[in-house]
């Protein structure tokens, strides 16, 4: 919005090069300098998002931030050329008084982006920790269609193999059964391409049937390795065919000529939201008929595909199996490989003919550390489904990021496209490859790789570690970043000190030196104290720690050790967390329930003076829908919820007015408890889910979810 009313206006653009020098940062290619500036939007404004306007002095210190700024003045609010005029004058006649401010800016920066782990202190390692962050995760547990949390729904690949980890080391079959169920559902939804294989971005929906379309690498990575630990541990054919179908997708459109690994594939063809994947009724007859019909029927169905803001709308549905493939086999009396033949038929003829469509935009370029968790993928399919060809891709893969992604020194590259390769790399980057290239001489035995690996392991130790408080930077030192951050936080990928962290365990397996353990282990103490506040948004660093502490007891107890602080942290919560403004509690109709009967369960949401969360469903796309769900270990299902009428709201970050909700919120869903109940179970625990984005009038906040338990009386 801001690009096409301000930035193309000529006026504008004219009174901004004439007093400025203008920078626009891709947050894709510098995350390192965006996080920079949005810490100081923060720390200025109290609030941030995106876009973000900052003003520097020449030395790129910020000494004023805010977010959107209109083509006019809005009461309380100037329009950019206001601003514009402010900061110049600003500058040319107030320079004392700017200095100032970017000076105590720049330190509220920097102390902002390195205190909280000195604040947050450490923790012993304990397998408390993991311990903590299974039952977290239980909490969270959707029982019905697997996943954590509520809508919009995102795979988490790297829950998994986690939770795998610690089935095995306690033998407590609630991991186990959370990963198995939740991996059949997705691989079941139209989030997995059941026509081309792979996964899409994200389900929209809580029960993975309508995805965001769009198709990345790091996800194809993450889940063929979660599918493949499930395959390893249950011995179930359907995981090894999930990952088969990953990798046969990563090799037909994500592979470049030389063995490189693309990045992304587009959600939109012309404009209109998963185009190319839908089908229709009409399409689906006239390609199979008789008996393939009637089984294609028993087992997929169309799930409606809603209406994306900003985009056309497809003609068709997304593509769904009914049930998980090893249901559908036994409702149809069949055997699993007998059924996988029939359907592989007959959805080989549906990719002949969605092949003749319009190909979304495939982004062609190659991201080092995606190619990194990609390598790693393809190895160890190699080597666990003793398939040489997955291990020939990883070996090309790894050869072509060896050649093309190191500068004249050795060192790693982030990005090459089109011959020509450019930005130094992150440390995540070099996590990411240096764990790749150990699981490809893992497969292979062959030295070249192990020998990358710890060259490469050498200099980012050298170029990000942190000698005098531990833990690796983000991004090396630049003359263009004035501050740089470290942390453990998990988002769609891991972070790359949790990443490191397993690498660096791997290579002490796989070179007996000491060295690499005890980097590893001061690198899980410097973050120990965060992670233990907050064990699930630092998923990937707790399974590191489980790593090294795992050892199985006859009882399958964990040790006995020093139990750290597991609450979440006490702080109050940073600006940008939307929790720092909705209080969220609930409440069930009445205390004792009955089996077969229904009941209510109110959430109340108490959103702060000047601030409101988006109504369900959502105004746009870049809006996150406030959704609530009912969750319990009792057979309790939510049979509808129903959201208030919301408020129209113009705000500045939406051409169009948005629907919004304000004050108190409640919201009701109609509940019931399945008959039978378990023998002996006379008590239980609702839980309440919500997920919410705060916004001001200007920006919005990162969004929040909340759990709130119940307890209530089973009645017989």
Same mark, same amino acid.
């Given at each position: ?31 390192? #300098? ?138 407590d ?6 990963t ?33 379309f ?18 390893? $541990?249950?011995?179930? *054919? ?13 090799? *037909? ?22 185009a ?61 490989? +007998? ?8 959805l ?22 995606w ?9 160890e ?19 072509f ?29 070099? +996590? ?10 893992? $497969?292979?035995e ?7 690996a ?14 005098? *408080? ?22 769609a ?42 064990? $699930? ?5 707790v ?16 040790a006995?050790?020093?139990?750290p ?6 702080? +109050? ?50 809006? #996150?829908?406030?959704t ?45 408890? +399945? ?29 929040? *979810?909340? #759990? ?9």
């Amino acid at each position: 919005v801001m690009e096409r009313e301000v930035f193309e206006n000529p006026e504008i653009a004219a009174l901004m090069n004439e007093h400025f020098i203008n920078i626009k940062v891709d947050r894709e290619q510098r995350p390192d #300098i965006d996080e920079v500036y949005m810490t100081a939007t923060q720390l200025m404004t109290q609030h941030g998002g995106w876009p973000m306007s900052v003003f520097l002095t020449p030395d790129l210190k910020p000494f004023f931030a805010g977010t959107y700024f209109g083509p006019e003045d809005q009461p309380g609010r100037p329009g950019f050329p206001t601003l514009l005029s402010a900061m110049s004058d600003a500058w040319a006649n107030r320079r004392g008084e700017v200095n100032e401010v970017s000076e105590r800016a720049i330190t509220a920066v920097r102390s902002m982006l390195l205190d909280s782990l000195k604040r947050a202190g450490t923790a012993p390692l304990a397998l408390a920790i993991p311990d903590s962050a299974v039952s977290r995760l239980g909490a969270s547990f959707d029982e019905r269609w697997g996943g954590f949390g509520v809508a919009p729904k995102f795979p988490q690949g790297f829950n998994y193999p986690f939770l795998l980890a610690v089935h095995e080391r306690t033998g407590d079959s609630k991991p186990l059964d959370m990963t198995v169920r939740s991996l059949r559902l997705m691989a079941a939804g139209g989030m997995y391409d059941h026509v081309g294989g792979g996964f899409h971005r994200y389900s929209t929906d809580g029960q993975w049937k309508v995805p965001h379309f769009e198709k990345m690498l790091y996800n194809q990575a993450q889940l063929s390795r979660a599918y493949l630990g499930a395959y390893v $541990t249950t011995g179930d *054919e359907a995981f090894a065919d999930t990952v088969r179908g990953i990798l046969r997708y990563v090799d *037909e459109v994500m592979t470049g000529p030389d063995g490189e690994l693309y990045s992304a594939l587009d959600a939109e063809t012309d404009a209109a939201e998963g185009a190319y994947y839908v089908w229709n009724r009409n399409e689906l007859t006239e390609i199979l008929e008789g008996d393939d019909l009637a089984l294609f029927d028993k087992v997929f169905t169309l799930a409606e595909v809603p209406t994306f803001p900003g985009h056309k709308h497809p003609d068709g549905g997304a593509l769904h199996m009914r049930k998980p493939i090893n249901e559908l086999a036994n409702d149809l009396g069949m055997e699993y490989p +007998a059924l996988r033949v029939r359907l592989d038929d007959i959805l080989a003829r549906l990719k002949a003919v969605r092949d003749g469509r319009e190909l979304p935009h495939l982004d062609d370029k190659v991201i080092a550390g995606w190619n990194g968790l990609m390598i790693g993928a393809y190895a160890e399919a190699g080597r666990a489904l003793d398939e040489p060809a997955y291990t020939d891709a990883a070996r090309q893969a790894a050869a072509f990021l060896l050649e093309h992604l190191r500068d004249d020194e050795g060192s790693l590259l982030r990005v090459w496209r089109a011959g020509v390769s450019e930005q130094p790399a992150f440390h995540e980057d070099y +996590a990411f490859v240096v764990q790749g290239l150990a699981s490809l001489f893992r $497969t292979t035995e062959e030295q070249e790789w192990l020998d990358a690996a710890t060259d490469l392991a050498d200099r980012a130790n050298t170029l990000f570690w942190d000698p005098d *408080e531990g833990g690796y930077y983000f991004a090396v030192e630049a003359p263009d970043l004035i501050a740089r951050s470290k942390s453990a936080y998990d988002g769609a990928v891991p972070s790359g000190n949790s990443a490191m962290a397993h690498a660096l365990l791997d290579l002490a397996e796989l070179t007996g030196e000491v060295r690499w353990q005890r980097r590893a282990v001061e690198t899980l103490e410097t973050f120990s104290g965060v992670v233990a506040g907050a064990p $699930t948004s630092h998923l990937h660093m707790v399974h590191a720690m489980e790593r090294i502490l795992a050892e199985p007891t006859t009882s399958g107890a964990a040790a006995d050790v020093d139990l750290p602080d597991l609450t979440e942290p006490g702080a +109050a919560p940073a600006p940008l967390d939307s929790s720092a403004h909705v209080k969220i509690t609930a409440d069930v109709e009445r205390a004792t329930i009955r089996p077969g009967e229904t009941f209510t369960v109110r959430i109340t949401l108490d959103v702060a003076d000047g601030w409101h969360v988006n109504a369900n469903p959502a105004s746009a796309e870049f809006l #996150i829908a406030t959704t609530a769900d009912v969750r319990s270990e009792l057979p309790i299902e939510a049979e509808r919820i129903d959201y208030p009428a919301p408020k129209r709201l113009r705000a500045a970050y939406s051409e169009s007015e948005i629907d919004v909700y304000e004050g108190r919120v409640e919201i009701v869903a109609t509940c019931r408890l +399945a008959e039978p109940v378990e023998d002996g179970v006379s008590k239980g625990v609702i839980r309440a889910l919500v997920a919410f984005q705060a916004c001001d009038e200007q920006s919005c906040l990162r969004s929040a *979810e909340k #759990i709130v338990e119940i307890p209530v009386e089973v009645a017989r």
